[in-house]
């Protein structure tokens, strides 16, 4: 795994933070590095131009939160269009609930922006699957869901038969406009049917009807092996979480890799911790894994004094 | 006892209702089968529906009669009216030649008259000649009729009535006028007519299943004139194909929202086909189709977006749509919404039902609000059944320390709990004593080194309820 602290090396140069202000005063403004995304506005210097697309895009996190010195700052500026086609990989096998709630939280920040965008009562998010993987991953348990934030009233779940049915459920799914997100849930390194031209035409339903489609991919080898025309891909892997009161398990973290990112640099890592309150991610610190010893002394001590 | 015989038996002399000792000494090699008077029910009812294609009333009358109610259904066989009707019995009757079946038939002007003359192998007009059992009231009065001299309906329908009430009471008044034909009975007829029904007939049976599509979307764009009429749309098509030979193909679609467009019928149509596990098979051909809308909703007029149609598309309608398309594809129970239930077992807290039959949303239950400042308390994913796994706790009713599941050792570094679920012992027998309600759960959210969150429980307190308790894994937190 490719995992690269985020403190120590920014992935990009920097860029232009853009309030119109100073871009103004800025005169020439910078050389282009990456679309960015602020307030509204995005600059794009080489051009020259300067179009209003947010309500056309989501970001993960907040707009106007943080520099872009910090994964959160960056990550607000990481404009993702929400008429795209965005993919989400389980870094290892055990990850599938942890990148299941990443696209879930993706697709609930997209939602949220197409809300905010004036598009009235973004409908449901549609999420099929195939049949077999239940009974290894379990189902998806609409408590845990409304324990995020998202309301479970506004899940559809689909159970398919196999991939073709399933890439064909999305397919439709991906053509109503009225939707406010489809996710797709694939296992294995090859699913059947599951080529470029799914990907790609996935992607172009996406851009015709505007309804963002996160496809989850599990067991699916090397990211970098798989063909694709997502806009985004991100590889997601479960990190200790910020520890509550008397080391109880905090708030759900994920350590995400941006593999590939059309509208600029990818090679992104953070990790990122869900604010149920925001309805937002932001960066946590990387514990890293802790060094088992110590800690199994403290737990004992810990268990000791609660026994 | 014997429930029935065939005419060869019949011809050796067995009766039903003989016993079965006495049946076998009569006729030794006799071959015996088991009475299923549910199999003869469904016979009949298939039977009764190959007959819907002369006229929609059809009421089976078990044990082995049907009631057709042909009233204006003769056209087809002439114009002469006393002609046709003789023409479209000697049809049926043909047809259940065809397949085996003798029948005897009979025409008459109630329900009562015919099914008696038909049973006596009478026509109509002799209905007089009919022995009193016909009247079918039970065994004592018939004998007693007989005992009187009245062996005939005549007989009886030459009486004063009042007496006869008297004698056998009121209600053989009643079953005389019907079978006499002064008073009419409904029949309750195999299946409740549509509101809204469009059919087609065809002089040369048709084959093609292009064609028979394409008439069904023509049949659905004359039911929906009359919906429209009615300020209303369809919820559930139901379509029949009579085939030459007396075979039925049924197809029904459910909508997500009532409609009358035609595009989305016949997009719906073509998914139906699809999904058929044997595809439909003309054979000879068919040579009536009938398309019933069998549930309709209120469905104001729509007008028609003249601008920005894609862009301001009704999307409530949108959605529904696309829920009914794959529900039709796939089957309404895979296409699923949660709504909440009231338990406190965490794997029964929750429904999962058929998106078709969600009311709208406004009219959901809400589900609970998570407490604020606490992380997530329930799994995204949960395992039914909990998958068992083997646990090391440092005391046994402790939290616990690392555990071994799908042959892995996992670490356990953070924990919270128990968070304590009871059984629910008000559903058990003798619940409500000691030791008798179930096992208690103790539940812990769990962290181990590699930062995966997991729901574990204890099966059974230590020492109270189990030695030594199970543990199991329930569910995976994001």
Redesign the interface.
């Known amino acids: 795994m490719n995992i690269i602290d985020s403190n120590v090396l920014s992935p990009w140069p920097q860029p232009a933070v853009c309030p119109v202000a100073r871009e103004v005063a800025d005169g020439n403004g910078l050389p282009l590095t990456h679309k960015i995304i602020t307030n509204h506005i995005v600059t794009n210097h080489a051009a020259g131009l300067r179009q209003s697309l947010t309500p056309h895009h989501f970001a993960l996190t907040m707009a106007d939160h943080g520099d872009d010195r910090t994964a959160t700052g960056i990550l607000a500026r990481t404009a993702l269009p929400i008429a795209a086609l965005h993919e989400i990989h389980a870094g290892e096998p055990?990850?599938?609930?942890?990148s299941?709630?990443?696209a879930?939280l993706m697709a609930e920040r997209a939602r949220m922006a197409m809300e905010k965008a004036g598009r009235?009562?973004a409908?449901?998010i549609?999420w099929v699957r195939e049949n077999g993987d239940i009974r290894r991953?379990?189902?998806?348990?609409?408590?845990?869901?409304?324990?995020?934030?998202i309301?479970?009233?506004g899940?559809?779940?689909?159970?398919?038969?196999d991939t073709l049915?399933a890439l064909?459920?999305a397919a439709?799914?991906a053509r109503?406009?009225?939707?406010g997100a489809v996710i797709i849930e694939l296992s294995g390194q090859r699913p059947k049917g599951f080529d470029f031209t799914a990907t790609r035409r996935l992607s172009l339903s996406a851009q015709k009807s505007g309804v963002p489609i996160f496809c989850l991919r599990h067991n699916a080898g090397l990211p970098q092996n798989q063909p694709s025309a997502a806009y985004s891909r991100w590889q997601v892997?479960?990190?200790?979480?910020c520890?509550?009161e008397?080391?109880?398990?905090?708030?759900?973290?994920?350590?995400v890799n941006l593999l590939r990112y059309r509208g600029g640099h990818a090679g992104f890592s953070a990790h990122l911790e869900?604010n149920?309150?925001e309805r937002a991610f932001f960066e946590t610190p990387d514990i890293g894994?802790?060094s088992?010893l110590p800690?199994?002394g403290a737990?004992?001590k810990d268990?000791?004094q609660?026994? | 006892m014997l429930a029935a015989v065939d005419r060869q038996a019949a011809d050796l002399g067995l009766a039903a209702g003989m016993k079965l000792a006495d049946a076998r000494a009569l006729v030794p090699e006799l071959l015996v089968f088991d009475y299923d008077p549910l199999a003869d029910a469904a016979l009949l009812d298939r039977l009764a529906e190959m007959c819907l294609r002369y006229t929609p009333m059809v009421s089976a009358v078990p044990p082995g009669a049907l009631l057709l109610d042909i009233s204006g259904c003769t056209h087809f066989y002439g114009s002469d009216a006393a002609l046709a009707e003789k023409m479209l019995a000697e049809n049926i009757e043909d047809r259940l030649d065809g397949a085996g079946y003798s029948a005897s038939w009979a025409i008459a002007g109630t329900p009562d008259a015919a099914l008696a003359l038909a049973r006596h192998g009478l026509r109509e007009g002799a209905e007089r000649q009919l022995p009193v059992s016909a009247l079918g009231m039970d065994a004592k009065t018939h004998r007693a009729l007989e005992r009187t001299g009245l062996y005939h309906i005549g007989d009886l329908a030459v009486r004063p009535r009042a007496g006869l009430a008297v004698r056998f009471g009121a209600a053989i008044n009643l079953r005389l006028d019907r079978i006499l034909g002064i008073e009419d009975r409904p029949i309750n007829p195999l299946r409740l007519l549509g509101n809204v029904t469009a059919e087609r007939r065809f002089a040369d049976p048709v084959t093609q299943v292009d064609f028979i599509t394409n008439c069904l979307e023509e049949l659905f764009a004359e039911a929906a004139i009359m919906l429209q009429e009615r300020g209303q749309g369809a919820r559930i098509i139901r379509m029949l194909l009579f085939r030459c030979d007396g075979k039925m193909a049924r197809l029904g679609i459910e909508t997500g929202a009532p409609t009358r467009d035609r595009a989305l019928f016949a997009r719906l149509l073509k998914e139906r086909i699809a999904a058929l596990d044997d595809p439909l098979n003309p054979g000879f051909g068919y040579d009536l189709i009938r398309l019933t809308i069998a549930a309709s909703e209120a469905l104001g007029a729509q007008q028609y977006m003249l601008e920005d149609a894609e862009k301001r598309g009704d999307t409530q309608g949108d959605q529904a749509a696309l829920i009914g398309q794959l529900s039709v594809r796939l089957g309404r129970g895979q296409i699923r919404q949660f709504r909440p239930a009231d338990s406190h077992i965490p794997e029964q807290a929750l429904l999962a039902l058929p998106a078709l039959d969600a009311p709208p949303p406004a009219l959901l239950d809400k589900w609970p609000a998570p407490k604020p400042g606490e992380p997530p308390l329930r799994p995204l994913h949960l395992f039914d059944p909990p998958q068992r796994i083997a646990v090391i706790a440092e005391v046994p009713d402790g939290p616990p320390y690392r555990f071994t599941w799908r042959r892995r050792l996992h670490q356990i570094l953070r924990y919270e709990g128990p968070e304590r679920i009871a059984p629910e012992w008000w559903q058990r027998k003798d619940g409500q004593q000691a030791g008798k309600g179930g096992l208690t759960r103790d539940y812990y959210r769990v962290e181990d080194m590699r930062g995966r969150r997991y729901w574990l429980f204890r099966h059974g307190l230590y020492g109270r309820e189990k030695r030594s308790p199970n543990w199991y894994i329930h569910g995976l937190f994001a």
């Open positions: 055990g990850d599938v609930s942890n299941a709630a990443f879930l009235e009562g409908g449901a549609f991953h379990g189902y998806l348990y609409p408590p845990g869901v409304a324990e995020l934030s309301d479970p009233a899940i559809i779940y689909i159970d398919a038969p049915a064909r459920a439709d799914a109503c406009s009225a939707l892997t479960s990190a200790p979480s520890a509550m008397a080391k109880a398990p905090g708030h759900p973290v994920f350590a869900w149920r309150d894994a802790v088992a800690s199994i737990d004992r268990m000791r609660r026994a």
